[in-house]
């Protein structure tokens, strides 16, 4: 039998890679559980600093930055999976890092995802691997359009990709990803999106948040609505492919996965090891919030109660979104949490507000 | 028509006099708001650093620290009443302090304090100013034992109090005073205690939140429960009086009112003008908790939906009760509130825990 390591004591600090939003809401999280957190960020003034009891400015690049920071924490965690692999290399020689490597190398290559979401024999879109031009012709043969050109690292909110509505996109579409090792996805056929945020503890205990349906926007998350439009049959399928995909990867923490609904099941979309934009509903729908787990996890602390008390309608704050806050401040059904950010941009996460009414 | 100050815009900064734990909830609360904070605290390492964007460690004496404070921010409330006027007089030639300085100055002092909740038609227990030996042996033949000596400043958690059981204790009691101002008050026959936590805005408009009964024990509050035991009326008088006293102090902010639950009526024990500790179950009981509120109303920000959702529970993580976290982490109807105090002291509160079931 595998044992498995002491729980965090109290007062110790958790290391977090990324100040943004979400390294921000994570810290708040730990801190109620009496952890301090320690902040790696190479921008400055990030979010998460407000609310954090150190952060670190410095690059990826830097080995003694990441070293002493890395000393400074009991364990490492992180809000985004696009970490270079070096600094994941020079940060676990000292400290643990939760969620593991494993999840990292196979979320931060869209290839990896697929083929390793197919080997557990769940669904994905169609995907072929494209290193040139040559790959793009055949696999358009093959997938046909619609279909999206994406780069295997690196993307996100819609970033890093092109979609081909016919065939002649190719060439534009291949410019675009400037050399990048690509995938071209096949278009899917699906009703609605829904994601599972899901947690596993050190101890290999399972706890899936209820599912929640997403919709999206030019690319980004603009609102998640709980309860999802999900049959009873196919929440208990979300629920069990999420589980199937913790412990494929031994995973410690709050993982995303993102769902297809179609006539013919869930497919996957996509998996992101971390908390997610579409599990913020938590925080106003149950006891223990996402945050709160995925410190739990990481901590080695047993998972809480994530049974959701209502039905939440959660919506992000996007760029001039913002000057809605004054009005949104005097809705009573409507939480707001702000992310401290300084400069309002086109296109940026500002914040968001949980719409909280009576359970149906 | 007297004209409100404007709202606080997002990313200004609240300065809060004091580092425990109610500052520490206040700062998590500001952030989740969009605003940041600045913690002045004469200890070192206090708790509300954890989470806070900046920390003043300086007494109240140091004038230029107390000014550098007050021109950080864009506004200074506290989580203590017993703040030395003196500090107060400088802070407030530069900011504005809220809740404001009647409410400290009448909560600064029990005698002061009676007086005013009388003059507003309210019951308190019998009581009587102490100046010496003569006045106590005065006070005695009218008020009676069992009866209680307490300092009239800087009283908290069963400190600076001395109970006489009958008149031959008036010697000792009064030599504990110390020669300190001293008020004798004479026993309340009560069934039980309830508080309100009442929140009054900037505009004028007043909230409060569900009474809660309340246990104490060694001076120190165990336990609040939701919903307390009242009639529908004395519901209805325990929040009216609340708002009564909110209104005569035009005050800001989150107000604490403890009651004596008694066969002639609801008898004021005392008002601590702050967020208070038997208003911690709102964190799990209500989509904005006193926090927030309190930030919103010092802010000048509408308040929010205070409505209780779960029945709650809340005990106190006092000294030695630490040793039962890892049991409760285990517990799913419990979540934890840990302050992040390093050093675990008998009488100490280190953390509470909110035990919450479906409402009643």
């Known amino acids: 039998m595998v044992q498995t390591p002491d729980p965090l004591r109290l007062g110790a600090t958790i290391g977090i890679l990324g100040g943004g939003q979400l390294g921000r809401m994570l810290s708040v999280a730990a801190s109620r559980l009496g952890f301090v957190t320690h902040i790696y960020e190479p921008g400055a003034n990030p979010p998460a600093g407000q609310v954090a009891d150190r952060v670190t400015t410095a690059a990826y690049e830097d080995h003694a930055a990441l070293t002493a920071f890395a000393e400074s924490a009991d364990v490492i965690t992180y809000e985004f999976e696009n970490i270079p692999t070096e600094a994941l290399d020079v940060l676990e020689t000292h400290r643990p890092i939760r969620p593991g490597r494993e999840a990292l190398r196979i979320s931060q290559d869209r290839l990896t995802e697929k083929v390793f979401l197919q080997g557990l024999g769940l669904q994905t879109a169609p995907f072929a691997d494209i290193a040139g031009a040559d790959d793009l012709t055949a696999a358009l043969a093959e997938i046909g359009t619609p279909a999206i050109l994406k780069t295997r690292r690196f993307g996100y909110d819609g970033k890093g990709q092109s979609r081909l509505s016919a065939s002649t996109d190719a060439q534009t579409a291949l410019a675009e990803m400037a050399g990048a090792p690509a995938l071209l996805e096949g278009f899917v056929e699906f009703s609605h999106e829904v994601s599972v945020i899901a947690a596993r503890g050190i101890d290999g205990a399972v706890a899936c948040f209820d599912p929640g349906e997403n919709v999206h926007r030019d690319g980004i998350l603009r609102t998640t609505t709980v309860p999802a439009r999900l049959s009873s049959a196919q929440r208990t399928d979300a629920i069990l492919l999420a589980a199937n995909i913790l412990n ?113």
């Open 248 to 360: 494929a990867l031994e995973y410690v923490g709050v993982l995303g996965v993102e769902l297809f609904v179609t006539g013919r099941g869930l497919i996957v979309n996509e998996i992101a090891p971390r908390v997610h934009n579409s599990g913020h509903w938590t925080q106003n729908g149950c006891a223990v919030d996402q945050f709160e787990q995925h410190i739990r996890a990481v901590a080695g602390w047993p998972l809480g109660n994530g049974q959701r008390h209502a039905d939440v309608v959660m919506e992000n704050l996007i760029g001039d979104d913002m000057n809605r806050v004054p009005e949104l401040a005097r809705q009573l059904e409507t939480a707001l949490h702000i992310y401290g950010k300084a400069d309002v941009k086109p296109g940026r996460k500002m914040g968001h507000v949980n719409r909280i009414t009576q359970k149906s």
